[in-house]
Nanobody
């Protein structure tokens, strides 16, 4: 099986920056898509950012202009740089990847808290 582990979560003040990383390990043949979702208290899980093969990216409307997703294929790692963070960014951030074998994989989540 494939395991995804997030790192870099924590507490940041509004207006500050935070960088999350996620590394996949295990029986990996290839990874096509890497991305991030988040789930805030009382909210449904929402898309934050997706990075496709070739570097094409998609961002959720709530974070456009404030986050940047990047990937390191050699390290099976995806990162999320978050700037100008807002209290509403407080959530558990989940790394996700689509690859072979197994289809789609998820991390356990990293808590991000933004204080006002």
């Amino acid at each position: 099986q494939v395991q995804l582990v997030e790192s870099g979560g924590g507490l940041v003040q509004a207006g500050g920056s935070l960088r999350l990383s996620c590394t996949a390990s295990g029986n990996i043949i290839n990874i096509q898509v890497m991305g991030w979702y988040r789930q805030a208290p009382g909210k449904q899980r929402e898309l934050v950012a997706v990075n496709f093969e070739g570097g094409t990216t998609t961002y959720g409307n709530s974070v456009k202009g404030r986050v940047t997703i990047s990937r390191d294929n050699d390290k099976n790692t995806v990162s999320l740089q978050m700037d100008n963070m807002k209290p509403e960014d407080t959530a558990v951030y989940f790394c996700t990847m689509i690859g072979s074998p197994g289809g789609r994989w998820w991390g356990q989540g990293a808590q991000v808290t933004v204080s006002s």
